[in-house]
């Protein structure tokens, strides 16, 4: 979910997404059923655009996802360039 939706509003060059619900075992925000993750993404969109800029994209993409199914997302970010 989290990669077609980033995908389908970002020219992604790659994407590494890893679940890591499993470390949250027992954490208060754990019980609301949505899962703890970390992107690596390099997109062509993030050119130029500091770090809270391409965050905010990322955020946009995922939607209402960010309220359901994703408690908490870490995320790294770079241009196409490695920036």
Same mark, same amino acid.
């Given at each position: 979910? %989290?990669?077609?939706?980033?995908?389908?509003? *970002?020219?992604? !060059?790659?994407? +590494?997404? #890893?679940?890591?619900?499993?470390?949250? %075992?027992?954490?208060? &925000?754990?019980?609301? &059923?949505?899962?703890?993750? =970390?992107?690596?993404? #390099?997109?062509?969109?993030?050119? &130029? *655009?500091?770090?809270?800029?391409? =965050?905010?994209? %990322?955020?946009?993409? /995922?939607? !209402?996802?960010?309220?359901? +199914?994703? =408690?908490? /997302?870490? %995320?790294?970010?770079? !241009?196409?360039? &490695? =920036?």
């Amino acid at each position: 979910m %989290i990669e077609r939706r980033l995908r389908s509003a *970002l020219t992604i !060059d790659s994407i +590494e997404i #890893v679940d890591e619900s499993h470390l949250h %075992i027992g954490h208060p &925000g754990a019980s609301s &059923g949505g899962g703890h993750f =970390h992107v690596t993404i #390099v997109a062509e969109n993030f050119e &130029g *655009l500091p770090t809270l800029a391409r =965050h905010r994209l %990322i955020y946009d993409a /995922l939607g !209402d996802a960010m309220q359901t +199914e994703i =408690h908490a /997302l870490s %995320i790294k970010a770079f !241009d196409s360039g &490695g =920036h």
